[in-house]
């Protein structure tokens, strides 16, 4: 690339770490991490580039943006990789499963589970910066939810930047399906369970979201803003971690509680012969 000027060898630095990852995604072979490729370990910028590059290829490729995934939303998990805000990845209509429903086997690359409130929005956010009264008057209402994390960097060996550029480790998410408003339920106080085949896993409550996973709504929704791709009516958005995720492999059934907003399930189909 030399002679080039440094926006042309950027684009095609972005370039590549997006086919890495998407080579990855469709061989089910992890790759090596991209944090070398795009040039340096901290600039999170870049690494939405690499996200946003994915996420145009897919939606052209006829994949329905059907909302939104907070991460890293706990302060010790901001510690590890040095960072002090949430990141965020895209989530697809076909990345959506429905409470109970199996999940086939060749669809993840290296699992994890972790249980959230699932927030469905009634009204666009693109009011460029917001508060709490707007995400509140914007709620539809709330879901007990699952979300599958994955990465496709081999061993899960990730900075910051390896994990914003690989859409924030989205796998798949699970939906519970009794929607709950939001005036009926203290989202702080929320008491979660998640189980791996009957046994406990792992437990948190609300309050280890940011403090209030209506916080990182309001995190969300101004960061889209500043990215210029607001969040609009109907989408799902998943609000992070309520407790820490646990590894999870084909044959295991996940099972969520979320008092008092509900239950919800899924079951790794075990791998074929």
């Given at each position: 690339?030399?002679?080039?000027?440094?926006?042309?060898?950027?684009?095609?630095?972005?370039?590549?770490?997006?086919?890495?990852?998407?080579?990855?995604?469709?061989?089910?072979?992890?790759?090596?991490?991209?944090?070398?490729?795009?040039?340096?370990?901290?600039?999170?910028?870049?690494?939405?580039?690499?996200?946003?590059?994915?996420?145009?290829?897919?939606?052209?490729?006829?994949?329905?943006?059907?909302?939104?995934?907070?991460?890293?939303?706990?302060?010790?998990?901001?510690?590890?990789?040095?960072?002090?805000?949430?990141?965020?990845?895209?989530?697809?209509?076909?990345?959506?499963?429905?409470?109970?429903?199996?999940?086939?086997?060749?669809?993840?690359?290296?699992?994890?589970?972790?249980?959230?409130?699932?927030?469905?929005?009634?009204?666009?956010?693109?009011?460029?910066?917001?508060?709490?009264?707007?995400?509140?008057?914007?709620?539809?209402?709330?879901?007990?939810?699952?979300?599958?994390?994955?990465?496709?960097?081999?061993?899960?060996?990730?900075?910051?930047?390896?994990?914003?550029?690989?859409?924030?480790?989205?796998?798949?998410?699970?939906?519970?399906?009794?929607?709950?408003?939001?005036?009926?339920?203290?989202?702080?106080?929320?008491?979660?369970?998640?189980?791996?085949?009957?046994?406990?896993?792992?437990?948190?409550?609300?309050?280890?979201?940011?403090?209030?996973?209506?916080?990182?709504?309001?995190?969300?929704?101004?960061?889209?803003?500043r990215r210029g791709t607001p969040l609009r009516a109907g989408e799902c958005i998943m609000t992070g971690a309520l407790g820490p995720m646990v590894p999870i492999?084909?044959?295991?059934?996940?099972?969520?509680?979320?008092?008092?907003?509900?239950?919800?399930?899924?079951?790794?189909?075990?791998?074929?012969?």
């Amino acid at each position: 690339m030399s002679g080039e000027s440094p926006r042309v060898v950027e684009s095609a630095l972005i370039s590549e770490a997006a086919r890495q990852l998407r080579e990855a995604a469709e061989s089910g072979v992890p790759c090596e991490p991209v944090r070398h490729i795009v040039g340096t370990e901290s600039d999170v910028d870049a690494a939405y580039r690499v996200q946003q590059c994915n996420t145009d290829l897919a939606v052209a490729a006829g994949h329905r943006v059907s909302g939104h995934k907070i991460g890293l939303t706990a302060q010790v998990v901001q510690e590890q990789l040095g960072v002090d805000q949430p990141d965020y990845g895209v989530l697809f209509a076909d990345m959506c499963i429905a409470d109970g429903v199996d999940i086939p086997p060749g669809r993840l690359l290296q699992p994890r589970a972790e249980a959230e409130i699932a927030v469905v929005l009634e009204d666009d956010l693109d009011k460029g910066e917001h508060c709490l009264v707007d995400v509140i008057g914007a709620t539809a209402y709330l879901l007990a939810a699952i979300e599958i994390v994955d990465s496709r960097i081999a061993g899960w060996d990730i900075t910051i930047v390896d994990t914003v550029a690989d859409n924030a480790s989205c796998g798949l998410y699970v939906l519970g399906s009794r929607p709950v408003p939001l005036s009926a339920v203290d989202v702080r106080e929320v008491d979660m369970c998640l189980n791996v085949n009957g046994r406990q896993a792992s437990t948190g409550r609300g309050s280890a979201c940011l403090g209030n996973p209506l916080h990182a709504m309001v995190w969300l929704a101004d960061t889209m803003c500043r990215r210029g791709t607001p969040l609009r009516a109907g989408e799902c958005i998943m609000t992070g971690a309520l407790g820490p995720m646990v590894p999870i492999t084909p044959g295991n059934e996940i099972h969520a509680e979320l008092n008092p907003i509900g239950s919800v399930s899924a079951r790794l189909q075990p791998a074929r012969d």
